[in-house]
Each structure stands twice: as structure tokens, then as C-alpha cells.
């Protein structure tokens, strides 16, 4: 089991707060991501979870029982971190085995979870290596099995995929999700990667300025965020977000629509009229940066090859049911 | 654009680096070379490099004359032991500051970096009435002690270098995989400080071999080490060339031996943090 809640955490580093008081229910088995620019406090709430810091103030449950003077070792979670924090000095076997050591396992147990952890992660020919012989993937995959051969209660993982290079993230990313749901233990990831967020998370916590903004499906948080904040930061291209008449005439402060959302009207017609500045082709998708005047510069996502260049005149017509309307508070008004 | 380095330059370097090193290295060569001549070769001029009468009869007569042994073993002591002691004190220091820093801990560390700007000779008079009255003076116990505070600050930088370099995450991994502080030390941290830990015990070790200006002044023949020994051939009876080398030889033979073999440490300690 491996339900964790947070009740009113606070962290506080002298007078600067970090975390401003976090409500959090994870059921076990879910895989939920901390996702937020950098210096949000994502890292900071998962170190209070691990007990890598202290809490200033709050509770923290792990099925329903109080651990925040609980040290690290005892609350039965483990963590992969973002250098990987292999011992250098120390084999993959050794690596892997040493939290079984330090609980004091028999040496036989010890060395048949090891042997399993590591066929798990296609590890077994490096078992007798040091780390420093390893590649970047396979250090990653020598803290996964760290992490899982003590059969935690749950994993944390801090930004663990941030030095691999963008093929081999993808790579992991695939593999990390598949270890979790296969194992079925709850995991909670931090990432600052919006995408990662989206194709892992059952769950997403939006954070923002020690604050939890929204705490939803990754789905959830993109049809329905729940402030400016989430709109901005879930969706690839960014959200465009439009103040002015325009959103006045919507009964809002602010407006948003995708750049998915956005249809570029060939003949004229009714719609918003713009110029395009610049265009990216990708061959599946065509990126357009459209200057339309005093609604500023929007982003649009045409679907596959677009013939459009720098200076072409183009009208853009947003879906009607997915523009986003937000109050002068930020806050989304949902009808 | 990477630079070209052409078979020239190489040829250029290498000559010009083995220019240097023999030009560093010549005063020990002249010195090693004149303890095996006569006191009447030993100042001739013009010099003879190589091609003089070869003589074993100063180190006989160094030996005869005083206990190199004695000053040895001295040596041995009072460069082991305020090397030992200092360890015991910095690593613990360096651990703490390295590891868990106040708001303070750079201003120590220069304050104990400071210590090392004054001129010993400022605080000779006091240290000097101070062993006085204590009855250190002329003890290894007094020695000990002096040369130990004197390199304790370069021995609590080199360890704090070292230890900063260790990532915290590792510790931080090992809390996680439940290691009490005991065991963090003895499977994780301590592995890790071995190579940082070793070239420290070196330097620190030819510092205080070589060091003469203390030993100089607060010895005089009971804990006299090397130092002493060979000052004691440039005396009021005049220089006596031959028997000054051959006394300076023996007294840097054991600390150029054990450089030769440790090399490696050594220019990884001296170098250390320059590179990355």
C-alpha cells in the first residue's frame, strides 16, 4: 500500500516560504506528477515527502499514519534522483544491493532480489561494472533498480530523465511508466517538462509559487484549467491568451485558445485577420506566428503541411466552444 | 576551431619542459654531486661536473660527527605526528563545514586561511616564552604541537575541497537507502575522501618535514630533527661544502622517496579543483 496525503504542509527556509500550504490526496498505485517552472517548490514538496527536509509545518500520511519525524530510511519510500547519486565507489551490484544491506538482509535474499531488479532492467551483463563505466541510460537504470529492489511503498523521482539526451528520455519515459503500472506501486515524478507531465501522469499537481494551482488528469488540466497559470503552462505550443475588446466581448478579462484550436480560413471571411511573421514547417504539423494587430502575436497549429510564408496574409478562426474566459483574478469562469 | 598542435610544437614543448625541469632540479643534482667530492673539489672553481675523484668519506664523517639516525627518527615523529594530529582535527572541521554550512563558514574558513599571512617570526618571541615556561622547548611533544596548528589550516582547505566535491546526493541516496550516519561514513563517504584524504596526508606530511624555521628555533639537539642536522654543517667552524651536501642529501632522501612514489597523489592534491 502506498496512499500518501498531504495536510496544510508548509516549508519555510527562514523568512522566504516555499511551500505555502499543500492539500494532496495520492491513492496508492497512482503515478502523479509535481509539474512547474523552476524554483515553483515541486522538489522541495517531494524532499518533505521523503523527509529529506523537515516540514515547518503540516502533516504528512503515509497510509493514514503521521510521518513527518519519521527519518527517511523508515518511511519505506525510495527515490531516483536527478544526478543519479550512484556510489562511484561501489558495483552495480553493490549499488543496487546496498539499501537491502543496510536493512540487513540475508546475503542470499539480498542477491536474488538483485539478480531479479537488475533482469528487470536488462542490467545483468553490467551487474560487476562500476557506474563509471556505464552510459547515461544505464546509470538511470541502475537508480531505478535502487530504487525498486527495497519494494517501496512508493518511488519519488526527481527529475530523473533530465540529463539524458532527447531520444534516450523518450526511451525511459516509456520504460519508467511501464515499471510503474507493472509493479503497480505509486510513484510521484517531478519534472518541469509539460510533456513529460502530460504522457506519464495519471495524475497532474500543477505548482506554481509554493502553491498547488490544480491537481487533475493530465486531460482535465487541459480542457479545464482551472486559472491562467494552468492554461499557459499545459499545452505545446503555449496557450494564446488574448485581453482587451476581444475578451470583453466574450463577458471575460482575459481569453485563451489553443494554437490547436485556431483554423486558418483560405478565403476570407468572417475571422481575426493577421499577417504571418514566421512559419515552422515540421511535416506533421506547420507552427504559424501570426501578428494580428491589437489581439498581438498568436501561435497556430495547422495539422500537416501548410504553404504559408513569412508576410502572407491569412484569417484566423478560432472554434467557438474552446476559447477559454478568464475573470480579472485569472481564475477560469466556466459556463 | 580547436588549435593546431602541430609535431614542432611538440618538439618545442617537450624540450622546453624538460629545460625547466632539469633547471628546478639542478640545485639537488649539485648537491647530491658535491656530497660525493672532497671539501677541496667541493668549492673548486673552475667546478668539476662529473669527472672528479668519487668519495663516500663525508657521509662517514656526517655520520660520525652526529646521530643521524637520531635526528631522523625525530623527523619521522614530529612530521608524522602533527600530520596525524592535524587529520584528526580537520577532517571532522572540514566534514561539518563541507556538509552542513552556517552563514558563518566561509569567514572562518579565511580567518584560518589568515593565519597563515603572518610571518611566523611576528609570534617567535611569545611562542618562544610561552614553550619557555611550559618546558616545551627543544621537546617533539612542543613540536608537535606547533607544526600541527601551523599546517592545520591548509589541511582543513585541502580535506573542505575535497569533501565539497563529494555531491550531496549521494549522501542524500544513502539516507534514503537507510544508512545510519556511522554507516554513511564508513561504506559511502569515507571511500570516496580516500584519494582526497591521501594527498593530504602527503603534503601535509613533506610541509612538515621540511618545515625549519620552528624547528630551528625551538630545537637544539634532544629533538633536534633533520632540519637541525643539517643546519648544524653551516656553523662558526666555517662551510664545509662536501659534508653540508651529504648531510642534506641523507636528510631528503626519506621525503624524496616517498614523493617519488606517490607522485600521482601529489599533483592530483596540488592541482585539485584547478581542473574538473
Known amino acids: 500500500m502506498g496512499r500518501i496525503t498531504l495536510e496544510a504542509v508548509q516549508k519555510s527556509f527562514g523568512p522566504v516560504h516555499i511551500i505555502k500550504g499543500a492539500d494532496l490526496d495520492i491513492p496508492d498505485g497512482a503515478f502523479v506528477v509535481f509539474v512547474g517552472p523552476s524554483g515553483c517548490g515541486k522538489t522541495t514538496l517531494l524532499r518533505l515527502i521523503a523527509g529529506l527536509e523537515d516540514v515547518s509545518g503540516g502533516r504528512i500520511l503515509i497510509d493514514g499514519n503521521n510521518v513527518v519525524d519519521v527519518p527517511p530510511a523508515k518511511r519505506g519510500l525510495s527515490m531516483v534522483f536527478q544526478s543519479y547519486a550512484l556510489y562511484p565507489h561501489m558495483s552495480v551490484r553493490g549499488n543496487i544491493a546496498f539499501g537491502l544491506k543496510m536493512a540487513g538482509l540475508p546475503k542470499a535474499e539480498i542477491n536474488q532480489k538483485v539478480e531479479a531488479a537488475a533482469a528487470t532492467l536488462n542490467l545483468t551483463p553490467y551487474l560487476d561494472r562500476k557506474p563509471r563505466e556505464l552510459s547515461g541510460g ?58 513529460e507531465a502530460m504522457t506519464m501522469a495519471d495524475k497532474i499537481v500543477v505548482l506554481n509559487a509554493g502553491r498547488i494551482e490544480q491537481y487533475g488528469s493530465p486531460i482535465e488540466l487541459y480542457q479545464r484549467p482551472a486559472n491562467l497559470f494552468v492554461a499557459g503552462f499545459i499545452g505545446s505550443p503555449k496557450m494564446n491568451l488574448i485581453v482587451g475588446e476581444e475578451a470583453a466581448q466574450r463577458g471575460a478579462t482575459t481569453i485563451g485558445v489553443r494554437p490547436e484550436h485556431i483554423a486558418i480560413v483560405e478565403d476570407g471571411g468572417e475571422g481575426w485577420r493577421g499577417k504571418v511573421l514566421v512559419a515552422e514547417h515540421l511535416g506533421s504539423d506547420t507552427f504559424l506566428y501570426v501578428d494580428s494587430g491589437a489581439l498581438g502575436t498568436l501561435t497556430v497549429r495547422c495539422v500537416g503541411e501548410k504553404r504559408l510564408s513569412a508576410g502572407d496574409a491569412v484569417t484566423l478562426r478560432p472554434e467557438p466552444n474552446r476559447i477559454y474566459r478568464f475573470d480579472a483574478n485569472g481564475n477560469s469562469i466556466f459556463t | 576551431m580547436a588549435r593546431k598542435v602541430t609535431g614542432r610544437h611538440v618538439v618545442i614543448a617537450t624540450v622546453g619542459a624538460w629545460l625547466a625541469g632539469f633547471v628546478i632540479f639542478f640545485p ?126 591548509i589541511v582543513i582547505w585541502m580535506l573542505f575541497t575535497y569533501f565539497k566535491e563529494i555531491p550531496k546526493d549521494i549522501l542524500e541516496a544513502a539516507r534514503m537507502d537507510g544508512a545510519t550516519i556511522g554507516r554513511e561514513l564508513i561504506y559511502v563517504l569515507t571511500p570516496m575522501a580516500i584519494p582526497g584524504l591521501a594527498s593530504t596526508l602527503l603534503l601535509n606530511l613533506i610541509l612538515a618535514w621540511n618545515e625549519a624555521f620552528w624547528t630551528l628555533n625551538l630545537s637544539t639537539l634532544e629533538a633536534a630533527p633533520l632540519t637541525t642536522f643539517i643546519a648544524s654543517y653551516s656553523s662558526p667552524e666555517g662551510l664545509f661544502w662536501a659534508r653540508l651536501s651529504a648531510a642534506s642529501t641523507l636528510a631528503i632522501a626519506p621525503i624524496l622517496i616517498i614523493g617519488w612514489f606517490s607522485q600521482k597523489q601529489l599533483v592530483r592534491g596540488l592541482t585539485f579543483g584547478a581542473v574538473k
Not at chain 1, 160 to 179: F, G, I, K
Open chain 1, 138 to 195: 544505464q546509470r538511470q537504470r541502475v537508480a531505478i533498480g535502487r530504487a525498486i529492489v527495497r519494494e517501496p511503498k512508493a518511488f519519488l523521482f526527481d527529475e530523473p530523465l533530465s540529463n539524458l539526451d532527447a531520444a534516450l528520455r523518450v526511451q525511459m519515459r516509456l520504460e519508467v511508466t511501464r515499471l510503474q503500472k507493472q509493479l503497480g506501486t505509486t510513484a510521484i515524478y517531478v519534472t518541469h517538462d509539460q510533456v
Open chain 2, 28 to 153: 639537488i643534482l649539485w648537491m647530491v654531486l658535491a656530497s660525493f667530492k672532497t671539501e677541496l673539489e667541493a668549492f673548486a672553481t673552475p667546478p668539476s661536473f662529473l669527472f672528479f675523484h668519487w668519495t663516500t668519506e663525508n657521509y662517514v664523517t656526517v655520520q660520525e660527527r652526529s646521530d643521524y639516525l637520531h635526528h631522523a627518527l625525530n623527523s619521522l615523529i614530529v612530521a608524522g605526528g602533527s600530520t596525524l594530529i592535524a587529520l584528526l582535527i580537520a577532517i571532522p572541521a572540514a566534514w561539518s563545514m563541507a556538509f552542513s554550512p552556517t552563514r558563518r563558514t566561509k569567514d572562518i574558513l579565511l580567518w584560518m586561511l589568515s593565519t597563515k599571512m603572518m610571518p611566523p617570526v611576528g609570534v617567535l618571541v611569545p611562542i618562544y616564552l610561552i614553550y619557555k615556561n611550559m618546558g616545551l622547548l627543544d621537546t617533539r611533544t612542543g613540536l608537535v604541537f606547533i607544526l600541527c596548528l601551523g599546517n592545520l589550516p
